[in-house]
């Protein structure tokens, strides 16, 4: 048996198509939703991730900067920028792409990000908002699986979510946000201490896989019918980019995201539903 796929493309497709009828919208107000992003350094993955979110907004009339730093610029020179985008009034939203080369400080760079313009909802208050059960701008990548797993009616509420790898982008937002009261999911966070990870993985209705090790959930690991979300990805040898997800599990899952493209394109919506909601008039 073939497991359904989580076609995050077409949903994504559909959210963007939201994204542009909303700006539409804002720009008969008189307000020209636009997004800054700030690229540090000349790592291939990141430009090209940056190139496909300024795409976006190109397909959904969104107004777009980008600032490139290069690999050695200095804190001071990487701080100045957002601060600068903090101040322009045109600018209603703004990322730094991560990783930033070495020595640049990721969480002093979040934390500059002004939390109203804080459109990945990294910053440490809308972290923190999402904490204490009011969330804000929401993390993207979160966001996104939540949003494929509502669109594919896979039910939630009382049912156990086993979120693999604890990072900041992904595993920690996404136990709080599935943990909120109107979504209702017991959530369990393992990491690569945590005690017999394939047994609580069995156990799990729903597996969100986010640390980045080629095929380490494997069909034994998952139980029959339940819904499998791959986020992490590596590369092989050849340059081949593998998902967290061994592609057996489709024989033994009832959902499962293809090996790449699904959140990817997802994060992306989410990061621009940001910009429109930061772009609105309070
Ligand atoms: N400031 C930020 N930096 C980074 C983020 C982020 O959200 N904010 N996330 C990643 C890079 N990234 C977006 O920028 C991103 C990359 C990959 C995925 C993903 O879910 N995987 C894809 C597979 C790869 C692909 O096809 O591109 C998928 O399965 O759809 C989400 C977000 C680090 N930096």
Redesign the pocket.
Known sequence: MSAISLD?ERLAARWRAGIAADAAALKARGIAPKMATVLVGDDPA?AA?IGRKHADCLETGIEALDIRLPADATRAELLEQVDRLNRDPSVHGL?????LPAPLDEDEALAAVAPHKDI?G?HPANLGRLLAGRPGLLP??PAAILGLLSDYDVPLAGRRVAILGRGP?VGRPLAMLLSLKDTDATVTLLHSRSPDIAGELRRADVVVAAIGVAGYVTAGMVKPGAAVV??G?SYTADGR?V?DVAEEVTEVAGLV?PP??????L??AALLRNLISAARPA
Do not use: E, F, K
């Open positions: 995050g990141s991730y990322m730094v792409q991560l990783p990945d990294l993207c990548t982008l791959g986020v990805i980019m998902s995201t790449h493209g699904s959140v990817g394109a994060t992306r």
